[in-house]
């Protein structure tokens, strides 16, 4: 860690020609990533740190750059070292929408982040051509994380072979439902941590580097049903049913029943919250990052919240702990 700090400095002295720059944390990540804001004389600029080894930084310079052709706040990208795993970007802000989000602040925020959501779906063939597609295995393989990391690890409750095929029965309902909804392009973390508050253009978008071509629902449950923030489920919805209104009339989706979109929001935000649990869980067993366990109540809360209303996933409520219970009332 200290020998990569050190070849990271020797590469901003290079890259801003001098050795008179200031170099603090600005933030962790859930990955290998780290950044760094950078001060240097009156501008103020952010550092990514990506060792080669586990990151690759050449989708977000790919993603940042088609971003801001459709009109998005993303970080410009100043220099790079993708050999190396340097970025050197612009700083877009120390203030994510989850420290400024309250009951006042929230319809003018969230309008601004679906706003630029339907910017980013209404990106044409041309751009989404060579984006990854979240298939089938995919979506299993994120399903089973909560499966592997949560139950069998985290809580240590192994499963019988007639457990595990029940699971695995409600997670082949849960893809089948995502995969029939039109496909656009996701971020996938679109959430109130990698939303930047910002003067002009809000918000900044962050983390979009492991984008996919997918549901339509995506990114709009994972910032309504944000694993870090909750609101009140009639807020949620038509917060949800506005979007749709908004995404018919730009043609991203058609002839879509209300009913439809929000069971389609409701499953996929299913899919995504156990996906979210297995990953807090194993960031904390596999990477000694405990910081997001704190969050598997609120984001476990939504699983029980939905499945107790769809009698095809109420398998998925023996799964769950009590405290998640708990954590499915409102904000």
């Not at 041309?126 to 990854?132: A, E, G, H, Q, S």
């Amino acid at each position: 860690m200290r020998q990569r700090l050190a070849l990271l400095k020797t590469w901003l002295a290079d890259v801003l020609e001098t050795p008179a720059f200031d170099l603090a944390p600005a933030s962790s990540d859930a990955s290998f990533r780290r950044y760094f804001r950078v001060r240097h004389g009156d501008r103020s600029l952010i550092v990514m740190d990506a060792p080669p080894a586990q990151e690759d930084t050449a989708p977000f310079v790919h993603l940042a750059e088609r971003l801001r052709a459709a009109g998005l706040n993303t970080p410009r990208i100043l220099a790079k070292n993708i050999a190396q795993g340097f970025l050197l970007l612009s700083d877009l802000g120390d203030t994510p929408y989850l420290q400024v989000l309250t009951e006042a602040s929230a319809g003018q925020l969230y309008g601004d982040a679906l706003s630029a959501l339907l910017r980013m779906q209404q990106m044409g063939d041309r751009w989404l051509t060579d984006l990854p597609p979240y298939d089938h295995a995919l979506l299993m393989q994120e399903m089973h994380l909560f499966r592997d990391w949560y139950l069998q690890r985290h809580r240590q409750q192994a499963l019988s072979p007639p457990q595990a095929r029940l699971l695995d029965e409600v997670f082949g309902r849960l893809a089948s439902s995502v995969l029939d909804q039109p496909r656009v392009f996701v971020h996938r973390d679109y959430h109130s941590r990698n939303l930047m508050f910002t003067p002009q253009d809000n918000p900044g978008i962050i983390d979009f580097q492991d984008a996919v071509l997918g549901p339509v629902t995506y990114d709009l449950v994972s910032l309504l049903r944000d694993c870090y923030i909750r609101w009140p489920r009639a807020r949620v919805e038509a917060w949800a049913l506005d979007y749709l209104r908004e995404a018919q009339a730009a043609g991203i989706v058609t002839d879509v029943a209300d009913e439809t979109w929000l069971c389609w929001f409701d499953w996929m935000g299913v899919q995504r919250h156990l996906k979210a649990a297995g990953i807090f869980a194993r960031l904390d067993l596999r990477d000694g990052k405990p910081g997001y366990l704190g969050d598997i109540p609120r984001t476990l809360g939504y699983v029980r919240e939905v499945a107790g209303r769809y009698a095809e996933l109420r398998p998925l409520l023996d799964f769950l702990p009590a405290e998640a219970a708990a954590a499915g009332g409102a904000a």
